[in-house]
């Protein structure tokens, strides 16, 4: 079974530039996550979808970041304008989400970002 | 609010030894999970062990195993018979459980870097 996928795995940009990142999510997973990821610390949720619902993007700094998960699949996350604080690996997840169970999640390898 | 505390930000251990991980926790919740993530350099989060909070038993895989103390709101993490490739970095963290979309996200701590010599 092929795992989360996501691309690509490194970006250099300048501040002020936009970025965007793509996650394809593990067939027939209906959660997907965006986790930031600052050097030396844990993940941070961004957001969260269910299909192609939004959860939760109470974490989400809208000013900048948008999120999009068309169709229920892919999803896509972007940074505009970038800003020096920016710099992170970007992880997306995804989980069944079936009701009344646990779900677990499954990372993909990241995007790390640096903006200079 | 859920907060994870790892106050151990480095860690060595020799092969073949065993080493203890600490983790602390804050919630009021009372349905919830806590799990041992691991890190390695090529940055693909992994899922060591789960545990379930309704559960009183500690749980096992292989080589991995916790001491999980609810009063104290205490989960670590114990590595038997250390491996090079255990070699990473390892996140305690935290999801309130419920049901579906509603189960919530994870909320993890700084991480501990654990390395293991030869």
């Known amino acids: 079974e092929a795992g989360v996928a996501q691309s690509p795995r490194y970006k250099i940009i300048e501040k002020r530039q936009s970025v965007a990142f793509w996650c394809n999510p593990i067939?027939?997973?209906?959660?997907l996550y965006w986790y930031q990821q600052i050097l030396g610390q844990g993940p941070k949720l961004l957001i969260q979808?269910?299909?192609?619902?939004?959860?939760?993007d109470s974490q989400l700094p809208k000013d900048r970041f948008s999120a999009e998960r068309l169709k229920g699949v892919d999803s896509t996350l972007k940074i505009q304008p970038a800003k020096l604080e920016d710099s992170a690996v970007y992880l997306c997840?995804?989980?069944?989400?079936?009701?009344?169970?646990?779900?677990?999640?499954?990372f993909g390898p990241g995007t790390r970002l640096t903006v200079l | 609010a859920q907060t994870v505390t790892q106050s151990q930000p480095e860690m060595s251990v020799q092969e073949a030894e065993t080493v203890t991980l600490s983790c602390t926790y804050d919630?009021?919740?009372?349905?919830?999970?806590l799990f041992w993530y691991k890190q390695p350099p090529s940055r693909q989060m992994i899922l060591v062990i789960r545990?379930?909070?309704?559960?009183?038993q500690n749980a096992t895989e292989n080589r991995f195993s916790v001491n999980f103390q609810k009063a104290a709101k205490s989960f670590s993490l114990k590595i038997s018979d250390s491996q090079l490739g255990d070699t990473a970095m390892y996140f305690c963290?935290?999801?309130?459980?419920?049901?579906?979309?509603?189960?919530?996200?994870?909320?993890f701590g700084k991480g501990t870097k654990l390395s293991v010599k030869p």
């Open positions: 997840a995804s989980s069944l989400g079936r009701a009344f169970s646990y779900n677990e999640q499954f």
């Open positions: 067939s027939g997973h209906a959660t």
């Open positions: 979808f269910q299909n192609n619902g939004v959860v939760d």
């Open positions: 919630t009021s919740e009372s349905n919830y999970y």
């Open positions: 545990q379930e909070a309704y559960k009183q």
């Open positions: 963290a935290f999801m309130r459980g419920g049901y579906g979309g509603s189960q919530g996200n994870l909320i």
